[in-house]
């Protein structure tokens, strides 16, 4: 067999392994490669943060599981960290049961850095099924009678007067797949939406961003990486960075290296 | 013979209320959806999360019951659907640390670990399938390429402009491709959507009886 | 490395699962079903606390609030699956919620996803890139459009439209590489970071 039709058929744990190296090596050996500029949507989520006034309540909707968390789990924290960061109120809730734990690591984790109370500067409300993206549109008390610790609505001074979206400045949905918040909270109720998703799904938003349905869109570990920079904390998304990069030449090159091995066994086959 | 048309009356009366609904102002209505959306609706899903979890419980039960191929596996399922429930009951709920520490040890592990499994099989595909056979998938590709240059931090190095080439095919061909197909999936959703309120889509009743 | 008995367990369940790259394996398969099982076990206790509870028993029988009674039935109904001779019980709660959700979702469904949509491409056609926006979007719908032959013009627009899909789908394709790389990396970072303390 000649040296194509051998490279053709090289055995994928050869691949499996190089794939390894090229995720590993990056991480035990930091390159440091920078990220100039972030791009529009995420610099749109920056931004939009930036201009709310102080005690916004802004909610977290965490629609992931942990298989989705090495991409929407640092911007779900960079996002925590920047609101308190402006003193804004954080208001959590997850829509995905195996989620709830995630939810609220994200935001005690930044709300001990920036020593907010559960209670008046943040609530977790944790899970419901069902149409929860309606029934907060229209009574949060009601739909949540306590939150995630079993306190009532009542008892919790931040939810005083904060009873459906109307309350509410920004929603910033963190989903794996599809957001039912673009034609619940936006379409029925007018409220402001921004979306982190996956990088799977993040080219399916662009419709919803150019119609301004969406004031942002976080898509993936780079956007992630993104705004750790532009709240000045870099952290796990900008780390993981250089073992992107390197993982996605290593790609391209496979992508190359399979095309170039199939034209020179296609073009013997032809001679 | 009302085993079936009664469950389609009620699709029928349900659908056309609740369209309906969308275009009353009237407080009557606006409490009908206020309602169904922050109790009914919510209660009932429990149910059928419920009855979803505990169709698997059944399976892996009878495939015990009935040493059937990999029974041994699903005795391994079985006790942990045990074991989450003893401790969660047990100890006061999903709260408590017994429940947290397994979330934390079995669960997240597993459940990331899974799909991580796919950059593997991804890059092996890259390497062995994606071939530049015809011009159009020539286009995919060289796009494939652009996108992923330019999401990291190579591409600023290659190209100063290339992220924003890479923003530009974001926002213009790749949005035009994407709302042309949600405009088309937007249509065939109505138009299933009507099918199932008028009856004519009956899928949803399961067995003929 | 580390010393909590948790990581440890994390670290062996995750190499367990990485095994099936080199071939399937008992290991493997063990750890799947293990998280079959904690999976499940997990969102009945958390289906029971978090609605179940709060929502219907906590309502109906500590506030008497019996408003609640009818869903709670509804919801009954649908086990009635596990008798095969009451099975079409079942259809009635299923029916009622798929009336509703549809019912719901027409409206917004028409508004969020097509009118919005529609109006978003009535651009004016005064750039390059609106115009190049509005030939991409109605090249891709005449595509789809099977309901008469593509020949002569809808021939020539169909072959437009294929390549923005194929754009479209090789701009998908790059994102979905950064997605599955960057589960992997997280993976892989837990591994050296938090297990083996490797990675600083």
């Given at each position: 067999m000649s040296f194509w039709g051998k490279l053709s058929n090289l055995d994928r744990r050869i691949i499996f392994f190089a794939l390894f190296l090229a995720v590993i090596l990056p991480l035990i050996f930091?390159?440091?490669?920078?990220?100039?500029k972030a791009q529009p949507p995420v610099e749109a989520l920056y931004q939009y943060i930036e201009k709310l006034p102080r005690d916004s309540v802004v909610l977290m909707v965490?629609?992931?599981?942990?298989?989705?968390?090495?991409?929407?789990y640092p911007m779900t924290l960079a996002v925590v960290r920047h609101c308190f960061k402006k003193n804004l109120r954080v208001l959590g809730v997850s829509t995905y049961l195996t989620g709830i734990g995630l939810g609220e690591m994200a935001i005690k984790t930044a709300a001990e850095e920036y020593d907010k109370k559960e209670g008046t500067d943040y609530v977790y409300l944790g899970f419901k099924p069902g149409p929860v993206y309606f029934g907060m549109g229209e009574d949060i008390h009601t739909t949540f009678p306590a939150d995630y610790n079993g306190v009532k609505m009542d008892n919790l001074p931040m939810m005083q007067n904060v009873i459906s979206y109307a309350q509410i400045a920004l929603i910033v949905d963190y989903t794996a797949s599809n957001s039912y918040y673009i034609g619940?909270?936006?379409?029925?109720?007018n409220a402001n939406l921004a979306i982190g998703v996956t990088a799977v799904g993040a080219a399916d938003y662009y419709p919803y961003l150019q119609t301004k349905q969406i004031v942002a869109l976080l898509g993936g570990l780079r956007s992630a990486a993104e705004y750790e920079l532009l709240i000045g904390k870099p952290d796990k998304g900008f780390i993981r960075m250089d073992s992107q990069s390197i993982a996605h030449l290593l790609i391209i090159a496979l992508i190359v290296i399979g095309n170039i091995a199939y034209f020179a066994m296609r073009k013997k086959k032809v001679a | 013979m009302f085993k079936r048309k009664l469950p389609i009356l009620v699709t029928f009366v349900m659908g056309i209320v609740m369209i309906l609904q969308f275009f009353i102002p009237h407080p009557i209505s606006q409490q009908l959806f206020t309602i169904l959306t922050t109790k009914w609706l919510v209660i009932i899903s429990a149910f059928f999360l419920l009855i979803g979890l505990s169709s698997l419980l059944r399976l892996h039960y009878f495939k015990i019951a009935h040493k059937r191929e990999g029974w041994g596996y699903s005795i391994i399922a079985l006790a942990g659907i045990i074991f989450m429930c003893i401790v969660g009951f047990g100890w006061g709920g999903i709260r408590s640390t017994p429940i947290n520490v397994t979330y934390q040890a079995v669960l997240v592990p597993l459940n990331a670990t899974m799909f991580s499994i796919l950059a593997f099989y991804m890059a092996s595909a890259a390497f062995r399938?994606?071939?530049?056979?015809t011009v159009v998938a020539t286009v995919l590709l060289i796009t494939a390429v652009i996108v992923m240059l330019g999401r990291i931090s190579f591409g600023d190095f290659l190209w100063e402009r290339l992220p924003t080439a890479t923003e530009w095919i974001m926002t213009i061909p790749n949005m035009a491709q994407k709302r042309g197909i949600l405009l088309g999936v937007g249509l065939a959703s109505l138009a299933t959507s009507l099918r199932i309120i008028f009856g004519i889509e009956r899928s949803y009743l399961g067995s003929k009886e | 490395m580390s010393s909590d008995i948790f990581i440890w367990i994390s670290a062996f369940l995750t190499i367990a699962v990485y095994s099936f790259l080199y071939k399937d394996n008992p290991l493997y398969k063990a750890a799947e079903h293990l998280f079959v099982g904690v999976s499940v076990g997990y969102s009945i206790v958390g289906v029971y606390f978090n609605a179940v509870l709060p929502n219907l028993i906590t309502p109906l029988f500590?506030?008497?609030?019996?408003?609640?009674l009818v869903p709670g039935l509804l919801g009954c109904l649908i086990f009635s699956r596990f008798i095969p001779k009451y099975d079409w019980l079942s259809r009635i709660t299923i029916s009622f919620v798929l009336g509703t959700s549809i019912g719901i979702g027409i409206p917004l469904g028409i508004q969020a996803g097509m009118l919005k949509q529609l109006e978003g491409t009535m651009l004016p056609m005064t750039s390059l890139d609106n115009i190049l926006l509005v030939v991409g979007i109605f090249s891709v719908m005449v595509y789809f459009f099977f309901s008469t032959e593509h020949k002569g013009l809808v021939n020539t627009v169909s072959k437009i439209g294929i390549v923005f899909i194929m754009v479209g789908f090789g701009a998908s394709f790059g994102y979905t590489v950064m997605a599955r790389i960057s589960l992997l990396i997280g993976r892989l970072d837990f591994l050296f970071r938090d297990w083996i303390h490797l990675i600083k």
């Open positions: 930091p390159l440091g490669l920078p990220i100039k965490i629609s992931y599981d942990p298989s989705s968390m090495p991409e929407l619940s909270a936006v379409t029925k109720y | 399938a994606f071939r530049a056979r | 500590k506030q008497g609030d019996l408003s609640v």
